[in-house]
């Protein structure tokens, strides 16, 4: 069997650089040829994985959850596509969380090695693909926005202090999502579409299902006014705090179980896609159910 181990060597202040030698013993005494590429720009993962499609029989990621969003839109969709390794190297790594992958990276490799397979969800929106979250409104260019040397020196601490010069600045997005005949429109100071327990670094969705086919969709209300809303950032803050559980009947957030609908964004607003910046306007989701297979422990 053939594995292909890529990474991002910014990724985790540098450390996975040092542990690739380890990385790639171990690797081979699973599969017979192991390559080794380093990422040297956003969006090589997706270039060279899309370029060695049906080369490899699995992808080891080193990085974070952005570098794991391009291998997700090199396979997504394609026949036999390559099974997944994951070793989280970045600020946040919300999925890994999720699938309880550990940031250690001799414990990460070993479930590379030993662990079984999840058939994971992931989605589409519009010609993205996905596999944990879809989100626009307050707060949510903080993980692409921030300065990676930021990252490197706080860690979380860098999200949490760029987020703070934000609360002043975001005025709410008009939103109206189309499902099943059904039209849905509010004003919203947070849109979220999960397939994730854990966003941001906050365990917010601890039930979710992650190869069920749907996604949990929350659109939090805002005034209609532009500007700062108390209001808003007290009910984004509970949503963080106590968990989508605790708000999904409460007045001001509107909760959805979805599987395809459309949504339309009317302000300059951009989608922020597994934590990279994505696009603006309108689009159509689709979820895809077990549309890529990660190693577990």
Known sequence: MKCLFIYNPNSGRGKIKKKESYIVDKLKTKYTVVDVVQTKYQGHAYNYVSKEYGLYDTVVIAGGDGTLNEIINAIAEKPNAPTI????????????????????????????????????????????????????????????????????????????????????KTDPINVKITYDDKLIEKNCALLLILNSKQVSGFKINKNAILDDGYVDVVMIDAPKKKGFSLFSLIRVFKLFLFGLNYCKNKKNITYLKLKDFKVQLKSKAKINLDGEQGFKGTFDFKSIKKGVSIFIK
């Not at 989280?88 to 999925?95: A, Q």
């Not at 979250?133 to 490197?152: A, I, P, W």
């Open 85 to 168: 390794g994951y070793i989280p190297t970045g600020t946040v790594n919300d999925l890994a969380h999720s699938l309880k992958i550990p940031k250690n990276i001799k414990k990460a490799v070993q479930i590379i090695l030993n662990g079984k397979l999840f058939n994971h969800d992931i989605f589409k929106c519009n010609n993205k693909y996905g596999i944990y979250v879809c989100t626009t409104g307050l707060f949510t260019d903080t993980s692409y926005s921030t300065k990676q040397t930021d990252k490197n020196k706080l860690g979380k601490l860098a999200y949490y202090l760029y987020g703070a010069k934000k609360i002043f």
